[in-house]
């Protein structure tokens, strides 16, 4: 994230589209925390969530994890592999 931290954290929707192997490679797992730790306050699509038994964990893990946050799975409407929402907000922004 380096150079883009501010530019990350400023943003109202963030698209997290990674490797998709969040066991072998936690980038997801990271990217997660360090939005919780820097105090985010907007939105984060998460694509490809019921990708693989990998994502399928990192999706229910964090929703699991990060409780004052609000996820949705959107995939009847995204992604056919699956889009997740993770409303760091507080719920001012989805309803």
Partial sequence: MGRHKRMI????????????????????YDFV???????????????DIHLNEQMERWWKKT????TQYSCHDLSHIGHVSGTGLIDFTGGSSVK
């Fill in 63 to 66: 929703c699991d994890d990060y």
């Fill in 33 to 47: 925390r360090f939005l919780d730790e820097s105090g985010f306050d907007g939105l984060l699509l998460c694509d």
């Fill in 9 to 28: 954290l400023a943003a109202p929707l963030v698209l997290l589209d990674t490797w998709h192997r969040p066991d072998d490679d936690p980038f997801e």
